[in-house]
């Protein structure tokens, strides 16, 4: 199954950005919702948020709208550039990244380690399918569609204080 299927048809890659960040958050928010119910949620803490717990709100939500989604397309980016120089094919290269997110999520959580499956798919393949085009479009990619992904949690932050 070719991983077109994916994603809008488009050459423009904000255009792309902005179509797979939407399908996506409809996902993410629901999974979210699903976990947050199912699970006590309050003591889930990303490492980064630890960091910054004493910080302002505004700079929190500044965090997570531009360090986490940076950090995670940079993790995304690297280690897809180290498996490129491997010996793996492609398809085994994407299911080696998937299954490394999903083990750095499930330290914190394995219940949002498993949920969030389907969002690392996209990511790691966004990213695949721009780097066809060149490494700084790819990792643009997806670095925005993490970003938009980030924008109504960092707005309730904000909005929360």
């Known amino acids: ?82 498996l490129r120089r491997s010996r793996l094919s492609p398809r085994l290269q994407l299911i080696a990244a998937v299954c490394v997110l999903m083990g750095c999520v499930s330290l914190i959580s394995l219940l949002f380690g498993i949920i969030l499956i389907p969002l690392f798919v996209v990511y790691v393949a966004a990213y695949d399918h721009w780097r066809q085009t060149s490494f700084e479009t790819a990792f643009s990619v997806a670095f925005i569609i993490q970003m938009l992904h980030n924008v109504f949690p960092a707005a309730r932050m904000i909005y929360a204080s």
């Open 1 to 82: 199954m070719s991983k077109n299927f994916l994603f809008p048809r488009t050459e423009s890659p904000l255009v792309f950005s902005l179509v797979t960040a939407i399908y996506t958050g409809i996902y993410a928010a629901l999974a979210y919702y699903l976990v947050s119910h199912l699970v006590e949620a309050d003591n889930i803490t990303h490492p980064i948020d630890s960091k910054f717990k004493d910080f302002t709100p505004n700079i929190r939500a500044v965090v997570t709208l531009f360090l986490k989604p940076l950090i995670d397309a940079l993790f995304i980016a690297g280690m897809l550039e180290t």
